[in-house]
């Protein structure tokens, strides 16, 4: 499974780079991952989710984004 080197900041819509180490095995659901944002050096731990949508992990990664494009879209207005 992969994960991402890097990730958008839901904070401040930098970049956060991935503070984990890829385990020898890889990558598996369950798996908690860190990253540091580059912008306002907040910490995200994130869980690993599976690709199935009846998996047991609950990926936040898409709530995340909403929520950063509806914030982008509100210093818009």
Not at 15 to 40: I, K, M, N, Q
Request: proline share 5%.
């Amino acid at each position: 499974m992969e994960v991402p080197d890097s990730i958008t900041c839901v904070d401040c819509g930098q970049t956060a780079h991935r503070l984990s180490y890829p385990p020898e095995e890889g990558w598996e659901v369950g798996d908690y991952v860190a990253y540091r944002c580059s912008g306002c050096n907040d910490r995200w731990d994130l869980v690993v989710a599976g690709d199935e949508p009846d998996s047991t992990f609950v990926s936040y990664a898409s709530e995340f984004r909403a929520i950063l494009e509806r914030n982008a879209e509100k210093l818009k207005e």
